[in-house]
């Protein structure tokens, strides 16, 4: 369970209002049930405290008392003054004060009777003839302290608001976690979400609409491309062979070498056109040795084994693949480290942990970090001046083929600085 997300959120707002009200409530509670003790007490023992403060002897006090009680005419023993810990007392005295009992002050204090000690409520009424009189009962009368009951009710009632808003935020994200997932799986189908409310149902349908506009604005785009490509190679193939028909003439030699270069450059352009639709469309379906590729795509650049140094092992076996895409991914890379870099060219393929790698390292001065997600766009170009021919769309597709495989592109320097690393990588989907 992710620590953001939107369950974990409702639940920790959910629960810490449920347990806020709940203290409210049990503050409120405990305030009236603190005025209803203190009344009930002050009914009940008023009686008697009349007859004390009336000077009445105290065994007829004690007699007509509605409990055991203590009387004394001196401050008691360890006696403290304890309405600040308990509040009841002092609305004990506030009542009987309302009563007409002239109450000097609420105590508690504790009494040992037979190895026992209690806890006693001490009432200290006005001095009379400058005599003290203090009288004493059971605790349990005002119960100073909360009561089990009280705690137990407290606490079933915070679990029960806890696990009501558990189920309440699951039930509000589950259907968005449902949302989620099918935008990160790319389902379209339209497959309908269990307690998906009115607004959840409406966001899908809008990015439904919103997939198939892209898809089918996707399709458009590739058709064009492609219609583009194939109409342009047509009419370039025929001039290059009238070109190549021209008299072997001295005077006519170097106009015809120009145009069948422009020719072969253009078709190589709109190759790149090509390739560009193809990286988007072409199924990852098959199973691949990559370092195979590796190598033959290396040999089709017609380098010296001093400019470009192949590292791979002998095999690398890559599931859910396309041959011709990851063909044309590293040829990219090293027809632009070639481009625009230095030699030597070295070509890496391998597997490090979970992952997929193939990394090309050049010795030129690398990319401005602030121009490397620039160069991912197609046609976007790192030599502005053109003096080099090309649509920029080389590392385009090297990004759009390793997006389809789950992966990223990057680039780097290497750990002493001299050489720049363009590095491929993708988790390896067995």
Known sequence: MRSQSLFVSMLLAQGLLAVALTVMLAVIFYGERNTTVAQLVATVW?????????????????????????????????????????????????????????????????TEESSTTTTMVWLELQPRDGNERWIGFDSGWVETQLGER???????????AILASALVARRLAKPLESLRTRIAADDSSGEAMPNATTEILAIDEAWR??????????????????????????????????????????????GREAIVRNTMLADRLVGNFLDHVRSGELPMDEVVDLCAVARRVADQQNRSKTDLVIDAPTTLQV????????ERAIS??????FAHGLPPVHLRVMQQGGEVVIEVQDQGFGIAPDQEIFL???????????????????LAVVQRVAERMGGKVGFSRSADGSANIVCMRWPINL
């Open 46 to 110: 008023s009686p008697t405290l009349k007859l004390l403060d009336q000077g009445a002897p105290f065994d007829v006090v004690m007699a007509r008392a509605p409990g055991a009680i203590q009387i004394r005419t001196t401050r008691p023993d360890g006696v403290i003054k304890a309405t600040g810990m308990a509040p009841r007392l002092g609305m004990v005295r506030e009542q009987l004060l309302k009563q007409g009992i002239p109450i000097r002050g609420a105590m508690l204090g504790l």
């Open 332 to 337: 990219n890379l090293l027809e632009n480290a």
């Open 376 to 394: 991912f766009q197609a046609f976007a170009r790192s030599d502005s001046s053109r003096q080099r021919p090309g649509l920029g769309l080389g």
């Open 150 to 160: 009280v705690l137990l009710a407290v606490s079933l009632i915070v679990g029960f």
């Open 209 to 254: 609409q919103l997939r198939r506009s892209l898809e089918r604005q996707e399709r458009e785009r590739a058709l064009l491309l492609a219609g583009v490509s194939h109409d342009l190679r047509s009419p370039l193939g025929r001039i290059r062979m009238a070109a190549e028909l021209l008299p072997e003439l001295d005077a006519v030699a170097s």
């Open 319 to 326: 599931p859910n693949a396309n041959a011709s895409l990851l």
